[in-house]
Nanobody, 115 residues
Framework: QVQLVESGGGLVQPGGSLRLSCAAS????????MRWYRQAPGKQREFVALITSGGSTNYADSVKGRFTISRDTAKNTVYLEMNSLKPEDTAVYYCNAQKWQYSYWGQGTQVTVSS
């Protein structure tokens, strides 16, 4: 069982920045991949970014060049640095951990981009 706790969401103006954190209860080296997803009102949950246990990263086209996923292995924490935020980035952001055949989710953190 891996427990995930997200933090860092909030209200930000268009063009602004936020950094989300996802603290895992297990060593992130033992987790195959950690991902960020988001879900906007009335829409399906969508993939945002991932980082593997080996440190490889991948991004959705909609956030490429604006968002950066990173990790602090000493803190078992994954981050999502979000820059140049747009109103369409407004969503609840979820952290996901994939460990072997199991998938774990955090509770989500709200990000609202509005003037």
């Amino acid at each position: 069982q891996v427990q995930l706790v997200e933090s860092g969401g909030g209200l930000v103006q268009p063009g602004g920045s936020l950094r989300l954190s996802c603290a895992a209860s297990d060593s992130i080296f033992s987790i195959n991949a950690m991902r960020w997803y988001r879900q906007a009102p009335g829409k399906q949950r969508e993939f945002v970014a991932l980082i593997t246990s080996g440190g490889s990263t991948n991004y959705a086209d909609s956030v490429k060049g604006r968002f950066t996923i990173s990790r602090d292995t000493a803190k078992n924490t994954v981050y999502l640095e979000m820059n140049s935020l747009k109103p369409e980035d407004t969503a609840v952001y979820y952290c996901n951990a994939q460990k072997w055949q199991y998938s774990y989710w955090g509770q989500g953190t709200q990000v609202t981009v509005s003037s």
